[in-house]
């Protein structure tokens, strides 16, 4: 494997004629080597999971060696988050934004000796849950050193088919958080595309008015970031706090739809969008319907994925596995 990509390396390196916006085939090589030992050296949804291997398998997509060279390059601007990186964005949600708002919501002293103690007990009267089943309580409650006991992700009881069967589960979320003496409420999501689903777990947290509540996403596209904070303004969820963790950026975001003031899409980033948006049928298969389009789920244009699995809103050249005649980078679990 490592003979074929330096075989590759060389060809590309042999021509000198490159655009400027393509990286130096020696600095390209190491990062590749560095992603494939350290960042990139894990990934759960396939379990013979080898980096070089996969890439070299989605390189075989490309058709030209200067089709190769983009790959390759895009992949300095993709993110990509091992289990390092996303275990520290819990340690960085709980003495970050969780107990910044403890001592806001409950008035704290920060300068009084005990003021650990005092968030220790305030942590143990919080339910820190998850948002859906992709944020895993479990882990926190490891990182963190928690004692957390959280049997339910609020998904669960969004979306009922009738109105009575929305307020029982309201009474039986209400009963419970009684029940377990829990005086405020922090709700986890791992990862937010969009923000379309997520508006409905919002919208059901909005019936406990009772409740101080902190909805924190882990990581979030800018569109959804966007969207959240339109909804929660709109909705005038007075409880409800919302800070997230890491915004990607929007100059890692292929969307059409941009802010007047994000700055402009690097030009090796406009190459691959545009080989995207050529290469869609090739990446999907003509005889499959029903697919987002070629910038991923509701065309937010990511370029992202966890050693957890890879999102939708991802460009499908990256994760699209449903069509066998395309081989994906990060094939996707359907959750």
């Known amino acids: ?10 060809e590309i390196g042999e021509c000198t004629n490159w655009d400027d916006y393509y990286e130096h085939p020696e600095i390209l090589r190491s990062k590749i080597e560095c992603y494939s030992d350290k960042l990139m050296n894990k990934y759960d949804p396939e379990s013979a999971w080898n980096f070089q291997l996969y890439l070299l ?28 990186q996303c275990n520290a964005l819990y340690l960085e949600a709980l003495h970050g934004p969780i107990f910044k708002w403890l001592i806001d919501k409950k008035n704290l002293n ?10 220790s007990e305030k942590i143990k009267s919080t339910f820190i849950s998850a948002a859906t089943d992709s944020t895993n309580i479990s882990t926190m409650r490891h ?13 669960l009881f969004i979306n009922p088919d009738d109105e009575e069967e929305k307020i029982n589960n309201i009474n039986f979320c209400k009963k419970y958080l009684r029940k377990q003496g829990y ?27 009772e409740w101080e509540i902190l909805f924190i996403p882990l990581l979030i596209c800018p569109q959804g970031d966007i969207a ?28 059409d739809e941009r802010p007047p003031d994000s700055n402009k899409l690097p030009d090796l980033l406009i190459k691959l969008k545009e080989y ?3 290469n869609y049928t090739r990446v999907i298969g003509k005889e499959i319907d029903g697919f987002d389009g070629y910038l991923g789920y509701k065309d937010i244009g990511a370029l992202f994925a966890k050693y957890t699995n890879c999102p939708n809103n991802t460009l499908p050249l990256y994760h699209e596995n449903r069509n ?4 994906s980078l990060f094939p996707r679990s359907e959750r």
């Open 1 to 10: 494997m490592e003979n074929k990509l330096m075989e590759l390396f060389i």
């Open 57 to 84: 398998n989605w390189l075989e997509n490309a058709e030209t060696t200067e089709e190769k060279y983009l790959f390759l390059n895009s992949l300095s601007y993709f993110t990509f988050f091992n289990r390092e």
């Open 110 to 119: 920060i300068l009084d000796e005990s003021i650990d103690d005092i968030l």
């Open 143 to 155: 990182i963190c050193g928690l004692h957390l006991h959280s049997p339910y992700t609020w998904h």
């Open 183 to 209: 005086e405020q409420i922090v709700v986890l999501e791992d990862f937010i595309g969009s923000g379309n689903q997520t508006k409905g777990i919002i919208d059901f947290l909005g019936n406990f008015p």
């Open 228 to 255: 959240i904070s339109k909804h929660l303004r709109t909705k005038g969820y007075n409880n409800i706090s919302y800070e997230p963790i890491s915004i990607l950026p929007w100059e890692l975001i292929l969307a």
């Open 276 to 278: 995207a948006k050529n």
């Open 324 to 327: 066998k005649k395309w081989k």
